[in-house]
């Protein structure tokens, strides 16, 4: 877990992380960071203990629920060094360069330039253009929403875009999405940070790699779709000519 110069008091830890004595308490007894190394009668932490509170605050700031991070993080090996968080931590940062906006309804519908009903948001969040958020301690809808999305959003209710569609389309959308990203971390882990760490780079180092690449990454997923579609219709039309 660490040498005794790395090791951390639990104030020293709360500064590093920026969390509260309360919240590390909390999820040391959620099973999401292991307990404390006990000597004497005092506690500390490790390097561990720091990548695995930020890896909860990440999940965190994508608005996974405590349930949905106790799913994650009960997937993470218990050997998983504190490298390993970092590019986990890394790899689960927005890919896109634009960041939703949280707004409220009301918000959302001026945003909008019309009232937008249960099924529009329904539609929308579909298409991947605006996120439901946990409700405040007021009951105040909450949205997130990508901005610079939200016309094109409306333009397709405005002509009529069936909401079964956008379903079909944002389930095959996550289907392959998680397989793509699966199999992308699994190239990080396994031929990546091995390169970088054998060369005593830090994962600041591995973090600045992933940033770079990611444009690349999204340029490259567009032109293979678009390359597919173009073989699916050639492919169409060639059975209908037959």
Not at 77 to 86: C, G, I, S, V
């Amino acid at each position: 877990m660490g040498d005794d110069a790395q090791l951390l008091t639990l104030d020293e830890l709360c500064e590093r992380v920026g969390m509260s004595v309360r919240n590390v308490r909390f999820y040391t007894s959620r099973g999401l960071v292991p307990p404390p190394i006990r000597k004497g009668r005092s506690g500390f932490y490790t390097p561990d203990h720091v990548g695995r509170l930020e890896l909860v605050q990440e999940l965190q700031s994508h608005g996974f629920t405590l349930s949905a991070i106790e799913r994650y993080v009960a997937g993470i090996p218990a050997d998983a060094t504190p490298e390993d968080l970092a590019l986990a931590r890394t790899m689960l940062a927005p890919w896109d360069v634009e960041r939703p906006i949280e707004m409220s309804r009301a918000e959302l519908s001026t945003r909008a330039g019309r009232d937008l009903s249960d099924d529009d948001l329904r539609t929308l969040a579909a298409l991947g253009v605006v996120f439901p958020l946990p409700s405040g301690p007021r009951k105040v809808e909450r949205w997130q929403v990508a901005v610079s999305q939200l016309s094109v959003g409306l333009g397709l209710l405005d002509l009529g875009f069936p909401v079964e569609a956008a379903l079909a389309a944002s389930d095959l959308y996550a289907r392959h999405g998680r397989e793509v990203a699966q199999e992308l971390y699994e190239v990080f882990r396994t031929l990546v940070w091995p390169v970088y760490r054998d060369q005593g780079a830090s994962p600041e180092t591995v973090r600045q790699v992933v940033e770079k690449i990611k444009p690349l990454s999204i340029a490259a997923l567009v032109s293979a779709y678009e390359a597919g579609m173009d073989e699916t219709k050639r492919e169409g039309i060639a059975r209908r000519s037959r």
